[in-house]
């Protein structure tokens, strides 16, 4: 006798003239979920470590061929001491995201219909490994390294953060965006957001908003070599982040446009007059649309950049700055020394801050002394200690 986590459950009958319901047995909530290939359909596999035996049910017998073996155990018991005989042994080809055969020998029980177990007896005879950060099982199959990504919950019900990985070698052509095809764990229609985590060379990725079909999404990829590029199947990308119900996507409407934007720089202000020295201004654009828009922005702006004589402004918004000690003690530190023919150049710059208003004058216990430093441009700067 082997225990496999199978519980009774009820199902109503929707279309039935009474209210009764239907006893079945199924998997119980939360176990790591695999979709697998088999025989022309894709199907949920779900892995149980507490199962000392692969187990199936009635409905995959015509997926697979029975083995004319002895089955290992005459019956099963389910969550609540239920039994479920054993009616042979059939070995199934599954076939993974990664189009990869995997071999399975499995207990079919009367009672169970649609249900599929991997058990122990799968991983210890493959040596598989369950990587939960990952949310993926990983053997080696002689020179093979076979990845089964599989789905899990976390404690509200919604799907767990899991990597990424080709679904198929690819060829990049030179300095172009080509979409590539990936591995996610998300049902048929779920959006998720693909965040890259790991370095490929040449290839860029960008963190995308994608949906899942059959296991897999499509990203673009970036090469920005002049050669191509190959990215391997399997290769580890980054992390899917499947999206819930209390977040909303939005959809790009075509309202983002050149001329709503240069209409809406018009209406903030001065857009026309050039700045002061605009021509050695550099923005890192080239472009000769986009400079203009950056230009009239930077124009609308122009107190940000404009030296008032002792400081230069950091902003054109009245802020302030406030640091609450509350009741913590003083921090005692040293006082710095410097020269006395530095003390006139102290003075000065305080007293340039002072009138221009960046700091005010306190007389507490938490005043510091402040430090003169000298730049690598010879100028000098006033130091605040922390």
């Known amino acids: 006798m082997a225990r496999v986590s199978l519980v009774k459950q009820q199902r109503e009958q929707a279309n039935a003239a009474t209210d009764d319901t239907t006893e079945y047995v199924g998997t119980e909530d939360g176990l790591p979920t695999a979709m697998m290939e088999v025989g022309g359909e894709r199907r949920h596999d779900k892995l149980d470590s507490c199962a000392r035996y692969t187990i199936a049910g009635t409905d995959w017998m015509t997926l697979g061929d029975r083995v004319a073996m002895e089955a290992p155990v005459d019956y099963v018991e389910g969550i609540g001491g239920f039994l479920l005989d054993v009616v042979g ?3 199934f080809e599954l076939r993974s995201v990664f189009n990869e055969k995997v071999v399975v020998d499995a207990c079919v029980v009367a009672g169970c219909t649609s ?8 991983m210890r005879e ?13 053997y080696r199959d002689g020179d093979r390294a076979v990845v089964i990504p599989f789905r899990t919950r976390d404690g509200g019900g919604g799907a767990r953060v899991a990597a990424v990985r080709m679904a198929g070698k690819v060829r990049l052509a030179e300095r172009a965006v080509t979409p590539v095809q990936v591995s996610v764990v998300a049902d048929d229609g779920e959006y998720g957001l693909f965040l890259p985590t790991k370095q490929t060379g040449s290839v860029m990725l960008a963190a995308t908003l994608t949906k899942a079909y059959n296991g897999r999404a499509w990203v673009p990829a970036i090469n920005t070599n002049s050669t191509t590029a190959r990215l391997p199947n399997k290769k580890e990308l980054g992390t899917w982040v499947p999206l819930n119900e209390e977040m909303n996507i939005l959809s790009m409407n075509g309202e983002l446009r050149v001329e709503r934007l240069n209409e809406w720089l018009d209406t903030m ?13 550099r923005i890192g654009v080239e472009e000769a ?3 203009k828009l950056v230009m009239k922005l930077l124009r609308v702006y122009r107190n940000l950049s404009v030296n008032s004589g002792d400081c230069p402004p950091a902003t054109a918004l009245d802020m302030h700055h406030h640091i609450h000690t509350g009741d913590a003690s003083p921090i005692m530190l040293k006082r710095r020394r410097q020269a006395q023919t530095e003390d006139k150049g102290i003075e000065d710059k305080v007293n340039q801050m002072l009138n221009a208003g960046v700091i005010e004058e306190g007389n507490g216990a938490w005043g510091f002394p402040v ?6 441009d010879g100028e000098m700067c006033i130091l605040f200690p922390e």
């Not at 493959?126 to 990983?138: C, I, S």
């Not at 202000?269 to 201004?281: A, I, K, N, Y």
């Open 289 to 291: 649309d986009a400079r």
């Open 89 to 91: 042994v059939w070995r």
């Open 126 to 138: 493959k040596g598989a490994t369950m990587d939960f950060d990952k949310n993926e099982v990983r």
């Open 371 to 376: 430090v003169l430093v000298r730049k690598k």
């Open 269 to 281: 202000g001065d857009t026309v007059t050039p700045l002061q020295d605009e021509s050695e201004v």
């Open 115 to 122: 249900e599929f177990l991997l058990g122990v007896d799968f």
